[in-house]
């Protein structure tokens, strides 16, 4: 308590003595806690005496530490007074300890009764309980519940705990400041379906690992990465070098590639990596759970005149919808060069001679056009990066995470959730129509839970309501599949199950320098395996050229970043 004492002499002596005597009789340590927060925030301070503060409250960090299962408590961290410091100071440390990552919640365990109760270590509070109360104070035929959390053992008398509480129809969330039990009341259940899945697997706890801080810091990490400005372009640069450890090394200029369209030949493969706006923002995350160093695809086809056309799925057309569209190259390249704002890397993949040759050119074209005009197909979005129950999901992404994010958009935008995944989880149990709750308590039913129901395969034949999936790589590859690419073993390949990253390892491309256009890559000093047409910034496709096509795959493959590293058959 001395050392207490001493740190509040520097901000006020008077106020210090006053707050002795309520430490001194309060009981509860939430409530010394309390009353130090409070005392602290009364007034402004001085930078003399900020400095005093931060040095003392360091030097107790060590002392009251050393024994940290004790009764002593350390009054701060130096995290918790980085909002006290100026701005100038706080920004730099508060960006090297959290990112955007931080925004998701942890699993930490489900409670579904007072007899199996759930323990567990939180960011502030050390020591955690919750036990289910079930209940009828309302009266109504199937009851509602009470979750009671018992919060000790803070770290320190500033921190607070964030969390986020989910079942299949419901997600709401509440903090903890003080040291003692809390409760948080279902005053009733929406259905027996709720009070059954409740009764039998619980109420999913997740915990924010950043605490209210880092919480609001990734807040502000995430929100430059969707904006259209030279900030958000560096915020996307910085969150990949940092989490998937990307170079992004500088090209020498022109940035752009004199290219020869003689030199490009039906079945060329049009890899592009946005990295400003909407679009870059939503394809770094892509990037970052599916290994992909690129985060959108099209393709190059010639008519029998010669004339360049590029098809590509994902095409905004004139109404602001995205769909399949067949453009003409000149067109195509001129809204990459001057009209899109992501500011796109773009690099061509040239075939090899031999896949070349066996390209049915004839049967490429006939898809290409059967396709024209139809939606841009979300449906595998999330399907085709999850292989395995647990061993697709970057940290501390899980199944749990992802079943009640689906939840609480279904509640924002459920139509957008029906497109999305709701369908496709349908059709893995053979069901029509039912909603996300019902399909989870459905595949219950069955024997799946949700992680195994996530790593069911997509098959390349559902038909949905607005018809096949055909998200930018999927169209390519059912291109390829069709033109005869993937022959003997086209029957046992489902392409809805390929991510960028799996096209662009596929052993169809170039692998002799001396074979690509003599304007490929001309004034860089890197010279690349394949042709960068576009961009400030070196692509990176690590992997390129090297998979053999083998039955079934991609539909059972870990792959955890930093690395991405997989087993050898896949």
């Known amino acids: 308590m001395q050392i207490l004492i001493t740190i509040l002499a520097a901000l006020d002596t008077v106020r210090a003595q006053s707050l002795f005597l309520v430490l001194s009789n309060a009981q509860d340590s939430s409530l010394q806690r309390i009353c130090l927060c409070s005392s602290l925030l009364m007034k402004p301070f001085s930078g003399f005496s900020i400095t005093i503060l931060l040095l003392l409250a360091l030097i107790s960090v060590f002392y009251l530490q050393s024994n940290p299962d004790g009764p002593w408590k350390t009054p701060f961290r130096p995290s918790d007074l980085l909002p006290l410091l100026p701005l100038s100071v706080s920004w730099p440390i508060l960006r090297s300890l959290y990112s955007a990552v931080d925004l998701l919640p942890t699993f930490v365990g489900a409670v579904s009764s007072p007899e199996s109760k759930l323990q567990w270590k939180g960011a502030c509070f050390y020591d955690n309980t919750a036990w289910m109360e079930f209940h009828n104070k309302s009266k109504s035929p199937y009851g509602g519940g009470t979750l009671h959390i018992k919060v000790t053992n803070a770290h320190s008398w500033t921190c607070m705990d964030l969390y986020v ?29 709720e009070y059954e899945h409740v009764k039998h697997h619980g109420v999913s706890i997740f915990l924010m690992q950043s605490g ?20 958000g372009e560096n915020s996307n640069i910085a ?47 892509e990037k970052w759970v599916t290994g992909a160093y690129a985060g959108h695809t099209a393709v190059c086809l010639k008519d029998s005149e010669g004339k360049l056309w590029v098809a590509e799925s994902g095409h905004e057309n004139d109404k602001g919808v995205d769909v399949i569209a067949i453009l003409p190259w000149e067109e195509w ?14 690099a061509l993949l040239p075939l090899h001679p ?22 841009y197909g979300y449906h595998n979005m999330i399907f085709s990066w999850i292989d395995t129950p647990i061993d697709n999901y970057p940290p501390p992404i899980d199944a749990h995470l992802v079943a ?25 149990i053979q069901t029509e129509g039912l909603d996300l709750p019902d399909i989870i308590v459905e595949a219950e039913k069955l024997g799946l839970s949700f992680d ?97 096509p083998y039955p079934h795959m991609n539909e059972k493959c870990p792959s955890l970043p930093p690395d991405y590293d997989r087993p050898s058959f896949c």
């Open 239 to 285: 969150f990949l070098r940092k989490h998937m450890g990307a170079k992004f090394e500088e090209r020498p200029k022109p940035w752009l590639s004199s290219i020869n369209v003689d030199d490009i030949h039906s079945g060329d493969f049009l890899t592009l990596s946005k990295i400003r706006g909407r679009w870059g923002g939503f394809e770094t995350l």
């Open 404 to 428: 009640s994010g689906m939840i609480m958009w279904s509640k924002i935008q459920p139509a957008y959730a029906a497109n999305m995944w709701n369908e496709a989880l349908n059709k893995r």
């Open 354 to 375: 031999d896949v070349r040759a066996k390209l049915n050119s004839t049967a490429a074209w006939e898809y290409a056009r059967s396709m024209d005009g139809k939606p």
């Open 452 to 548: 195994k129901l996530l790593a069911i395969p997509e098959q390349d034949d559902w038909i949905y309501s607005d018809g096949k999936s055909t998200s930018c790589v999927a169209f390519i590859l059912e291109m390829y599949k069709s033109a005869g690419l993937f022959d003997p073993i086209a029957s046992s390949i489902q392409v809805n199950e390929f991510t960028i990253k799996d096209a662009y390892s596929l052993n169809f491309f170039e692998n002799n320098y001396s074979r690509l256009p003599e304007w490929c890559n001309k004034e860089d000093t890197v010279k690349l395996p394949f042709c960068q047409i576009k961009g400030r910034y070196r692509m990176e496709l690590p992997g390129y050229n090297t998979m053999q």
């Open 212 to 231: 209210m801080l880092g919480t609001l810091r990734a807040l502000w990490d995430v929100f430059p990465l969707f904006t259209n400005t030279g900030w």
């Open 165 to 193: 509480f989910a079942t299949p129809y419901r997600v709401t969330w509440d903090y903890y400041l003080l040291s003692r039990e809390h409760t948080l009341e279902f005053d009733e259940w929406e259905s027996e379906e």
């Open 333 to 346: 390249w001129d809204f990459e060069l001057n009209k899109d704002d992501s500011n796109p890397q773009i």
